[in-house]
């Protein structure tokens, strides 16, 4: 954080404003307030802690006024399997059109440094978009860091080769079970074994093209039937040799499950833990766009309502407005200040785990 580098709080908060004024529409009340507060000598304003929070508060004040950090772009909606807990089912089944893919890269561009990272996860399987290849050189030639999710189904040599080349950045694999029992019993339609196999021959193909990228992680999603498992994840991961392990949270419709993965397990040498426990940035600096164009604020929302319930949650719709209109639209600054007041939307069960 900002204010750790400067010399005092005050000068902090002023370089914030210096780095951040144009993109800032906060009057200049809002600043003169902060300075009062921190300069304050009462009781209450000398405790560390009141005034940490504080800081947080105003920082989020500000990100919440910046272009989103991290964008999810959902690319297809296909997929082959039927994961036990996954709320897709009777989807329809489409790729975004590349035509939408680039307008929505070509507007993101113009915010970079600020947004930088793009996920390709949707409600389906990456793989199977017939644009993916394409995707990611667009994205990557403008600079983003780019990652996806994927069930490793249709990994083959021609696709693994095609993905180091297109200098993806990181690739989760989902892998719910160190046993084939377990495994199967949740992803199903997927083989053990063949998954396995997809991981191994990935690899080898990554040191045959000499190449570090993507950062190779498995990705299991903690749910009641595998979430004594938790510590082989890493034995497992060990033996593979693949970058790490990051554990989703198992939403269910609704409501965050919230299985017990905040019992950190030990941090293994070898094996590097990725997002433990969080799987989304607050989403005053996120948004989600599924594969049709409508910009959703949270990907929970997306395991947890199925597709016709959207429009009670969309922020905008890209094929009648742009980004920016919907991004710093009025729709978007009443969720965010909502968000951010201590009484969120009702329908939002993460949010005291996205800020914790
Ligand atoms: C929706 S899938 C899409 C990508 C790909 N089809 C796959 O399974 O890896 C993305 C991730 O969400 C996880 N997931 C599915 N249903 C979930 C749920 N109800 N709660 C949390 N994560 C879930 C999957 O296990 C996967 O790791
Ligand atoms: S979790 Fe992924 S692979 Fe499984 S059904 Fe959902 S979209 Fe398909």
Request: one cysteine or more.
């Amino acid at each position: 954080m900002l204010v750790e580098v400067c010399g005092t709080i005050q000068d902090g908060v002023l370089a914030y404003k210096s780095l951040t004024f144009r993109c800032l529409k906060l009057g200049d009340n809002f600043w003169k307030e902060v300075l009062d507060f921190l300069k304050g000598e009462d009781e209450e304003n000398r405790n560390v802690e009141h005034k940490i929070s504080t800081i947080n508060r105003f920082k989020l004040q500000v990100i919440s006024h910046l272009p989103p950090k991290h964008v999810q772009v959902e690319l297809t909606t296909k997929c082959n399997l039927k994961c036990k807990f996954c709320i897709r089912s009777n989807e329809i089944d489409g790729d975004m059109s590349m035509e939408l893919f680039k307008s929505i890269i070509d507007q993101l561009r113009r915010y970079k440094p600020l947004t930088r990272t793009l996920d390709f996860t949707g409600v389906g399987e990456p793989l199977l978009c017939e644009h993916l290849i394409p995707s990611i050189k667009y994205a990557k030639r403008y600079g983003f860091t780019v990652s996806f999710i994927s069930s490793f189904t249709f990994m083959n040599q021609a696709l693994a080769s095609d993905l180091v080349k297109a200098q993806l950045d990181n690739l989760y694999v989902s892998f719910d079970g160190v046993s084939k029992q377990t495994f199967e019993k949740i992803r199903i339609g997927a083989s053990f074994e063949q998954v396995l196999e997809n991981i191994k021959l990935f690899i080898s193909v990554k040191n045959r093209l000499k190449s570090f990228k993507p950062r190779l992680v498995l990705r299991p999603t903690i749910y009641p039937d595998n979430v004594h498992e938790i510590p082989q994840f890493f034995e497992l991961a060990e033996k593979l040799k693949v970058d790490g392990v990051s554990f989703g949270d198992y939403v269910v419709r609704g409501e965050s499950a919230g299985l017990p993965i905040n019992n950190k397990p030990k941090r293994r040498k070898k094996i590097s833990l990725f997002n433990f426990g969080r799987n989304f940035p607050p989403c005053i600096s996120y948004c989600y766009i599924s594969f049709d164009g409508k910009v959703l604020p949270c990907g929970y929302l997306t395991q947890m309502v199925p597709r016709k319930d959207y429009p009670l949650f969309q922020l905008g719709d890209l094929n009648q407005n742009s980004f920016s209109e919907i991004w710093f639209g009025q729709r978007y600054k009443h969720f965010k200040s909502k968000i951010m007041s201590s009484n969120p939307h009702p329908k939002c069960t993460t949010v005291s785990k996205c800020y914790q």
